[in-house]
């Protein structure tokens, strides 16, 4: 508190949550005011909800101390606590302000819209009102998706994205047509990355005093994942908005080209890594994607690369935004394809080491595709979206993994992953748990994809150019495994029936083979035991 602050009789509590730290995107006062408080709340519940990153972690807790901080000096009254939950903490607040009001945006996830409907009845005990508005780190007011969702059966972001195009003028010409004369560039932008070519180094930002005592912090906190060595993310919004700029000279111009192209030991390539910084306030997306805009105006990058990128932001975090309310809750158990396997080990532990607390340890992941990758999000809490697509997802979808399962491990793991993101991109795109309508066909490929966009097939123990036999490449035996196994919902769909008469034209002996195969494979996979995914112990903070 800011104890030399007159304060009134009752003043107005704004919640903050953990996504709105900074003065870009949190609804509070353009200027302080004493008859208003600003609550920032760590949850000890949601802290150990899941074995969450401990990058993931240090990101958010010291990016919310970060801006308690900034409001203080600029005059606010901050009432900044730890709580065994949201819900006490508001109520406990209203309380002891002695309130007439709290004030906070329309909640991103479904556990805080839940938690806030037992909010209202206990704070209206106390003569206090809650107020829930609009929430200003979109750039689509929730009505706009609200109208352009009616009546659909099944909603494909493309369309989404053309109207906000239109909408907001984002690349747009006077007449109405988009610049350039298409909606997107996507054939130009599936580059592999070139071979003997240097990656660009990590954009990185060193952790002052107070994000290291964070960090200090949640080092010794028991049952989460990875650790907090090397975390290098922006944490204030000055930071992110030199990464921003970092991103827009440094990488922006090349980026369309190779957006899809994927590395061993690089989790960024050209990608920009600002997700990390949008999806806890430190950045408005309307001011990325008008800061790329403004890049191409000028001449500094081509078209295609601002539209690919443009189109993440602008087209893909805001449908999914949307998406997500549409189909809550039932898309957190939506489960198309009956799969109803839990997650390998490996996206714990790739090299066989304990993951975490009670993943216990097992063989190391002999596909080189997927303990890179892994590595990379144990290291570092992030890879890329082709990545966390094409290898990550497509192998658990093959192997039938539940999309809950594996939902849950992006979550936890991914520093920019909350499940209004992950969960629409995990049961919708990735494992095509909703059967179809968010994306039109399941992203599943065989390893031929993997080697062709990557360098991981050439120095893997298995051969991605063999589909049977005893060094077969595990990604080939289980995509026709796969199409097998669904062949009678796929074999008339229209993305999906050319991979089935594909299949159908193989020997019967081969392809029973091949199920052999992947029936091995999958009974050596060491899985993670059923049951409660995560149980934290009594000392978990």
């Given at each position: 508190?800011?104890p030399?602050?007159?304060?009134?009789?009752?003043?107005?509590?704004?919640?903050?949550?953990?996504?709105?730290c900074?003065?870009?995107v949190?609804?509070?006062?353009?200027?302080?005011?004493p008859?208003?408080v600003?609550?920032?709340?760590?949850?000890v519940s949601k802290?150990?909800?899941?074995?969450?990153?401990?990058q993931?972690?240090?990101?958010i807790?010291?990016?919310l101390?970060?801006?308690?901080?900034e409001?203080r000096?600029a005059?606010y009254?901050?009432?900044?606590?730890v709580a065994p939950?949201?819900e006490?903490?508001?109520?406990?607040?209203?309380?002891?302000?002695?309130?007439?009001?709290?004030?906070?945006?329309?909640?991103?996830?479904?556990?805080?819209?839940?938690?806030?409907?037992?909010?209202?009845?206990?704070?209206?005990?106390?003569?206090?009102?809650?107020?829930?508005?609009?929430?200003?780190?979109f750039?689509?007011?929730?009505?706009?998706?609200?109208?352009?969702?009616?009546?659909?059966?099944?909603?494909?972001m493309?369309w989404?994205?053309?109207?906000?195009r239109?909408?907001?003028?984002?690349?747009?010409?006077?007449?109405?047509?988009p610049?350039?004369?298409?909606?997107?560039?996507?054939?130009?932008?599936?580059?592999?990355?070139?071979?003997g070519?240097?990656t660009?180094?990590?954009m990185?930002?060193?952790?002052?005093?107070?994000?290291?005592?964070v960090?200090?912090q949640v080092?010794r906190?028991?049952?989460?994942?990875?650790?907090?060595?090397?975390?290098?993310?922006p944490?204030?919004?000055?930071?992110?908005?030199a990464?921003?700029?970092r991103?827009?000279?440094?990488?922006?111009?090349?980026?369309?080209?190779?957006?899809?192209?994927?590395q061993?030991?690089?989790t960024d390539l050209?990608?920009?890594?600002?997700?990390?910084a949008?999806?806890?306030?430190l950045?408005?997306?309307?001011?990325?994607?008008?800061?790329?805009?403004?890049?191409y105006?000028e001449?500094?990058?081509?078209l295609?690369?601002?539209e690919?990128?443009?189109?993440?932001?602008?087209g893909?975090?805001?449908f999914?935004?949307?998406?997500?309310?549409?189909?809550?809750?039932?898309?957190?158990?939506?489960?198309?394809?009956?799969?109803?396997?839990?997650l390998?080990?490996?996206?714990?532990?790739?090299?066989?080491?304990?993951?975490?607390?009670?993943?216990?340890?097992?063989?190391?992941c002999?596909?080189?595709?997927?303990?890179d990758?892994?590595?990379?999000v144990?290291?570092?809490?992030?890879?890329?979206?082709?990545?966390?697509?094409?290898?990550?997802?497509?192998?658990?979808?093959?192997?039938?993994?539940t999309?809950?399962?594996?939902?849950?491990?992006?979550?936890?793991?991914f520093t920019?992953?909350?499940e209004?993101?992950?969960?629409?991109?995990?049961?919708?795109m990735?494992?095509?748990?909703?059967?179809?309508v968010?994306?039109?066909?399941?992203?599943?490929?065989s390893?031929?994809?993997?080697?062709?966009?990557s360098?991981?097939?050439?120095?893997?123990?298995?051969?991605?150019?063999r589909k049977?036999?005893?060094?077969?490449?595990p990604?080939?035996v289980?995509?026709?495994?796969?199409?097998?196994?669904?062949?009678?919902?796929?074999?008339?769909?229209?993305?999906?029936?050319?991979?089935?008469?594909?299949?159908?034209?193989?020997?019967?002996?081969?392809?029973?083979?091949?199920?052999?195969?992947?029936d091995?494979?999958?009974?050596?996979?060491?899985?993670?035991?059923?049951g409660?995914?995560?149980i934290?112990?009594?000392?978990?903070?």
């Amino acid at each position: 508190m800011n104890p030399t602050v007159a304060r009134p009789a009752r003043p107005t509590i704004t919640f903050i949550a953990p996504w709105e730290c900074s003065r870009a995107v949190a609804r509070i006062p353009r200027a302080p005011r004493p008859d208003v408080v600003v609550l920032l709340v760590e949850s000890v519940s949601k802290g150990a909800e899941l074995p969450w990153h401990r990058q993931k972690l240090v990101l958010i807790l010291s990016t919310l101390r970060h801006f308690a901080d900034e409001l203080r000096a600029a005059g606010y009254v901050v009432d900044h606590r730890v709580a065994p939950s949201y819900e006490d903490a508001i109520v406990d607040a209203a309380r002891e302000h002695n309130a007439r009001r709290v004030v906070c945006s329309e909640p991103r996830e479904w556990q805080l819209l839940e938690e806030l409907g037992r909010v209202a009845p206990r704070l209206a005990q106390l003569g206090v009102t809650l107020e829930r508005r609009e929430d200003p780190g979109f750039i689509a007011p929730r009505a706009v998706f609200d109208a352009w969702a009616e009546g659909r059966k099944e909603f494909r972001m493309e369309w989404f994205y053309r109207e906000l195009r239109r909408t907001h003028h984002v690349l747009m010409e006077p007449d109405g047509s988009p610049t350039g004369g298409a909606w997107n560039f996507d054939a130009d932008n599936r580059k592999p990355w070139p071979k003997g070519r240097a990656t660009p180094p990590r954009m990185t930002f060193e952790p002052d005093a107070l994000t290291r005592s964070v960090m200090a912090q949640v080092s010794r906190w028991k049952g989460r994942w990875g650790s907090v060595d090397g975390f290098s993310l922006p944490v204030t919004r000055r930071d992110a908005l030199a990464l921003l700029e970092r991103f827009v000279t440094e990488r922006l111009p090349e980026f369309g080209p190779f957006e899809d192209a994927m590395q061993a030991g690089e989790t960024d390539l050209l990608h920009s890594t600002l997700s990390s910084a949008i999806n806890v306030g430190l950045l408005h997306p309307m001011e990325v994607v008008k800061r790329a805009e403004r890049a191409y105006r000028e001449g500094a990058v081509p078209l295609p690369s601002a539209e690919g990128f443009i189109r993440q932001i602008l087209g893909w975090r805001e449908f999914v935004r949307g998406i997500y309310r549409k189909l809550m809750p039932g898309l957190r158990t939506a489960n198309a394809l009956g799969a109803d396997r839990t997650l390998p080990l490996w996206y714990w532990a790739p090299d066989g080491e304990a993951g975490y607390a009670g993943a216990g340890t097992h063989g190391a992941c002999r596909m080189r595709c997927l303990a890179d990758t892994v590595r990379s999000v144990r290291d570092h809490g992030r890879v890329h979206h082709i990545p966390r697509l094409m290898v990550q997802g497509n192998i658990a979808t093959l192997l039938g993994v539940t999309p809950e399962a594996l939902s849950r491990w992006f979550w936890a793991a991914f520093t920019d992953a909350y499940e209004w993101v992950e969960l629409p991109n995990v049961a919708g795109m990735a494992t095509w748990g909703d059967g179809g309508v968010i994306a039109s066909k399941p992203y599943v490929a065989s390893g031929a994809y993997i080697n062709r966009m990557s360098n991981y097939c050439s120095s893997c123990s298995y051969d991605v150019a063999r589909k049977s036999g005893e060094n077969a490449c595990p990604v080939n035996v289980l995509y026709w495994d796969f199409l097998a196994r669904h062949r009678e919902r796929f074999v008339n769909h229209p993305r999906m029936a050319m991979m089935i008469r594909n299949m159908d034209r193989m020997p019967a002996d081969e392809l029973v083979q091949l199920r052999r195969s992947a029936d091995a494979f999958r009974a050596a996979v060491p899985w993670e035991a059923p049951g409660p995914f995560f149980i934290p112990p009594p000392d978990a903070r």
